[in-house]
């Protein structure tokens, strides 16, 4: 009698609804940067019954927070929200310690932008984009840029534009993107790519210049920047994504149910407003798809890693 009241207990147990305790999402940059604001704007639209506690671990341009979710229980208790720095910074690093494609169940795709807006301070004397090229060419390691870390989305676009032009701009590492931008409004920088909606707020007082955009499309908030296509830039397409995952191993079943609630948060109008005014498209892709796109964008980018690489 004790072992089946014992098995029916476990049973009841392993039956609880999920969630039974807060959540953690793990966001492994710091407060105030755009993967951080947009949590912060969907998780008070979820409703799991359970608290959504926001932690930020920032470092190593999002490796130790990123690595810490790898190893955690996939219990559906610990989550991941980040960018494309997920796929991106494995191929810019050494001995990154987890798979972005195999270390993770991945739930799904977010939003994302319309790519990053290049910015200079508005003292520089570069007016448009081919006029930083040349200042650059003329002056070989003189011209810098900020980045909020190897493999995040203001590093690669700034590689690549080295890349295709030709050029040699140092590269100046942060740890994140609200340090960087202090040094741009200084002077100390010469140039940064930035998430549209920070780069549109700076450029209203005056306080940058926007010379391009890295997507495929303008931006009715910055309709007078032109794409880095349009301005030479044959091919040039780069946008930032965020997207949320479980430690791997987690059900389907469970991605499935998380995957529910951020679709009906994303359905809210009032954050359709709120990401609207950021620059920002909902998506809300389902698990396998956001599984097959995260795939593919690991290798779209470990074969620009080495383009990059061999650029140098």
């Not at 476990?10 to 609804?17: E, K, S, Y």
């Not at 799991?48 to 190593?60: K, M, S, T, W, Y």
């Not at 810490?68 to 929200?81: I, Q, S």
Request: avoid cysteine.
């Amino acid at each position: 009698m004790k072992a089946l009241l014992l098995a029916l207990a476990i049973g009841l147990a392993h039956a609880q609804p999920y969630p039974v305790k807060p959540i953690h999402i793990i966001v492994p940059s710091p407060p105030g940067g755009p993967p951080d604001l947009i949590i912060r704007m969907l998780a008070p639209k979820m409703s799991l019954g359970q608290p959504l506690v926001i932690e930020n671990r920032a470092g190593a341009g999002g490796i130790v927070g990123t690595a810490y979710v790898a190893k955690a229980p996939a219990d559906g208790y610990t989550w991941l929200f980040t960018t494309a720095s997920h796929v991106n910074t494995p191929p810019f690093n050494d001995n990154v310690p987890f798979d972005p494609v195999k270390d993770f169940s991945h739930v799904t795709l977010a939003a994302q932008n319309y790519g990053q807006a290049l910015i200079v301070p508005p003292g520089s004397a570069a007016g448009n984009v081919q006029e930083l090229v040349a200042i650059a060419k003329r002056s070989p390691g003189k011209l810098n840029y900020g980045s909020a870390g190897i493999g995040t989305a203001s590093h690669i676009p700034a590689e690549l534009m080295k890349a295709m032009s030709g050029t040699d701009i140092v590269g100046v590492q942060y740890r994140g993107v609200a340090e960087v931008m202090t040094d741009v409004l200084a002077g100390r920088l010469d140039m940064f790519f930035v998430g549209t909606q920070i780069a549109a707020q700076q450029a209203q007082g005056g306080r940058v210049r926007v010379l391009a955009l890295t997507g495929a499309k303008r931006w009715k908030g910055l309709p007078d920047a032109p794409t880095m296509e349009e301005a030479g830039f044959k091919g040039f397409n780069l946008i930032n994504w965020f997207g949320l995952w479980l430690p791997a191993g987690a059900s389907q079943d469970l991605a499935a149910r998380i995957h529910a609630e951020v679709v009906k948060a994303l359905a809210d109008p009032e954050l359709r407003q709120q990401f609207d005014a950021q620059g920002l498209e909902a998506v809300g892709m389902p698990p396998a798809e956001f599984a097959r796109f995260v795939e593919q964008e690991a290798s779209f980018i470990n074969g620009l890693a080495q383009r990059i690489k061999g650029a140098k």
